[in-house]
């Protein structure tokens, strides 16, 4: 997640042109537009930190693993790890979002960047706590509502173990990755949301280049993360999929409220058909708001900067719909966004949506003073 450079408009001057005459036009939005702009401020120089490449799941089409993956030698020292976050902290970085393969397997370093950062964002698959020290937001993973489907998509059903793990924990948000093959189980996971009062929003399953060159290419099934797919039958959804999805998101929307954290407006544009990023001619999505650019930094478990196209950089961006991607986007409001006063209060509930669901607002460490815009 973070602050493109640009908008799908063009000249930032301009969108704020346009944003002042929708205010003028309707100032009632006015202080909703104040919120806005303190959301953006948070997302203003984000960093991206692998914790390690270690993992306890083999994920069907993978995200991390495949592709262009390269181990390195991790760094060890937790004193090197808090005086390589204690210079991030001092080049500015608002917040900080730790992935990798799986976190929760290194939580010493998760502990010295607490000491650190005032807002984070783990991401982690549940199968282990971490630490209540750990002031940030808890990010699950989920991917099936059942255990068979679990298991074939994950290889080991772990959602149950996952609500076990951080039973009553405030810093927790389920992320359910929609897929084709679970668009039938996503009910029960929201049950158990609001039985263990954790909010939940979706992620939508996406394909990587490595995964498409595997069907394609007539791949035979592996045991890593090539294990159940076929051409006739993959977890990717197609046009009349994505309509399925978003009813099924909308209905449970309307009637879980209060668990179901997301935006309608937000599903209707992610569940359109046809990508949800403009597509060069390289095949890149030059206007993604997570692509690795500007001031966003990425570190590998070495402590080593990288330069990846986007935090996940072995998707097909033609296909990618994952949230981080779809999400960060919308820091920036586009041309339709900023096509009338509707549109653009629309924009807002995406940002309010998007505010709470990265940001766990911590109690002992104050945020940092950022000058007004």
Known sequence: MHQTTHSATGDPRQVLRRIRDILDENPDLAPRYEEAKKIIRIFRKPAFYEVTQRCNLKCEGCYYFEGNFKPVKEQDSIQAW???????????????????????????????????????????????????V????????????????????????????????????????????????????????????????????????????????????????DNQFFRVSTQEDTPMFRDSDLAEARKVVLDLMEEFPETVLYSKAYNEWSTRPGPMHEVDENGLAPRCGSRILGHMNYYGSDLKQQHPKCCTPDLDCSQCRIMSGGWSTKLQPDAHDLSSGEAFANWMDILGALNRIFVYENRHLAAPAVAAE
């Open 82 to 132: 808090e005086d390589f976050f204690a210079v991030e902290k001092e080049r500015g970085v608002s917040i900080a979002y730790f992935v990798g393969a799986e976190p929760a397997l290194e939580q010493e370093r998760l502990v010295a960047a607490a000491k650190i950062f005032p807002y984070g964002n783990v991401g982690t698959n549940g199968t282990v706590k971490i630490d209540p």
């Open 134 to 221: 750990v002031p940030y937001r808890i990010s699950i993973s989920m991917w099936a509502g059942d255990d068979d489907t679990d298991k074939k998509l994950r290889g080991a059903s772990v959602f149950k173990k996952a609500f076990k793990n951080y039973q009553g924990d405030p810093r927790v948000l389920v992320y359910f990755t929609l897929s084709r093959w679970n668009l039938g189980t996503v009910r029960t996971v929201v049950e158990m949301c609001r039985d263990n009062g954790f909010p939940l929003t979706f992620n939508l399953y996406s394909p990587s280049n490595t995964f498409l060159s595997k069907l394609n290419g007539g791949a035979s099934n």
